[in-house]
């Protein structure tokens, strides 16, 4: 049961560099979300994308792009690496229940180390 | 006033004691609520859900208070095995709003 598998665990870019986060979920989510974390600063939402076909930007998109390539799998791309990007960053997924004002549990991928130098 | 705010700690206990953390949300609209928790270089995993009535798992209880908006969490009888993050999440009616994290409360657990 793999939940959310995110890769690479761990990368090292030169700034000005791109690289592309993926992540998978099997567990049929509806939403899928990609976070940052730093010391201090908790988790910031950088985009989210509610459904197949939709993504939206969160707190702190600038920077990033993403593509919900199917319901499953939800990339996210930096374009030009700058060291303010360096962080730990989480896939996560959920589903919601619309009309019960109920969400359910919110599942994490183990997360991606980036460092930029 | 942030979303929601949390005291970072952190908080040493010894073993076996009784520890509560708070959290205040701003927005009253705010419907779903959570505790994770957070183990160093892990990724977050949900503790419990909060419900109005609130609700005991162990020797965990959450209590969610409404008219003040936050929301507790205690641990009784603290185990090494608690020393973690715990982070407080609110949700927002709608369903399609993202979770609003607060940035943890820090808990370490002494023998």
Request: glycine share 8%; aromatic share 12%.
């Amino acid at each position: 049961n793999a939940g959310v598998t995110q890769t690479p665990k761990f990368q090292v870019l030169k700034t000005g560099q791109s690289m592309t986060l993926q992540c998978a979920q099997d567990m049929n989510h509806n939403s899928m979300y990609w976070y940052r974390q730093d010391p201090g600063m908790g988790l910031r939402l950088i985009y989210y994308s509610a459904s197949e076909g939709t993504t939206d930007k969160g707190e702190v998109p600038n920077g990033y792009n993403v593509s919900r390539l199917n319901k499953r799998e939800f990339s996210l791309r930096l374009e030009s690496a700058a060291p303010s990007q360096t962080s730990v960053y989480f896939c996560a997924s959920s589903e919601v229940l619309q009309g019960a004002f109920l969400w359910n549990t919110i599942y994490f991928g183990e997360g991606s180390w980036l460092t930029v130098v | 006033r942030k979303e929601v705010e949390q005291d970072p700690g952190p908080f040493n206990v010894p073993e076996g004691a009784t520890v509560a953390f708070n959290c205040t949300y701003s927005n009253s609209a705010s419907q779903s609520f959570f505790w994770y928790r957070q183990d160093c270089r892990k990724e977050p995993k949900l503790l419990m859900s909060v419900y109005s009535s609130g609700n005991e798992d162990g020797r965990f209880t959450a209590q969610l208070n409404r008219a003040s908006q936050y929301i507790s969490l205690l641990i009784r009888d603290s185990k090494l095995s608690d020393s973690a993050t715990y982070l407080c999440v609110v949700a927002q009616v709608g369903g399609n709003t993202p979770l609003v994290f607060g940035k943890g409360t820090r808990l370490s657990v002494i023998a």
